[in-house]
């Protein structure tokens, strides 16, 4: 079976930082983070990485501040954000694909593609909270 199992999420400052862990049992051709804000509104794209070459791909409203890595000797995809904002707390949730190319992983958060439709394994999300 296959999991995925975010940690790393609580609560810092304005202009803090977090880092977020992904443990998979599994290596996807794609690895990708998202949230979702508290209204349950569709997720947002955060980044993603195409595990075969390292590639990262950021959407543009995260660019600068998000930092996707792997590591895959310990199956762990990490998720840095800096320069925390008031709009960033939400669940932050890692995904899997598990084959894709490399244009489709970049595409699932450089474009309006619902990720629920890309990425085939999902974590139970980690939160993040803001707050001075």
């Known amino acids: 079976q296959v999991q995925v199992v975010e940690s790393g999420g609580g609560s810092a400052q304005p202009g803090g930082s977090l880092k977020l862990s992904c443990a998979h049992t599994?290596?996807?051709?794609?690895m990708g983070w998202f949230r979702q804000d508290p209204g349950g509104r569709p997720y947002e794209a955060g980044a993603?990485?195409?595990?075969?070459?390292?590639?990262?791909f950021y959407a543009d409203a995260v660019k600068g501040r998000f930092t996707i890595s792997h590591d895959s000797a310990k199956n762990t995809v990490y998720l840095g954000i800096d320069s925390l904002k008031p709009d960033d707390p939400a669940m932050y949730y890692c995904?899997?694909?598990?084959?894709?190319?490399?244009?489709?992983?970049?595409?699932?958060?450089?474009?309006?593609?619902?990720?629920?439709?890309?990425?085939?394994?999902w974590g139970r999300g980690t939160q993040v909270t803001v707050s001075s």
């Open positions: 599994i290596k996807g051709d794609c």
């Open positions: 993603a990485m195409y595990t075969a070459t390292g590639s990262p």
């Open positions: 995904a899997i694909r598990y084959r894709c190319r490399a244009s489709e992983c970049g595409n699932s958060v450089l474009t309006s593609v619902n990720p629920q439709h890309f990425y085939t394994n």
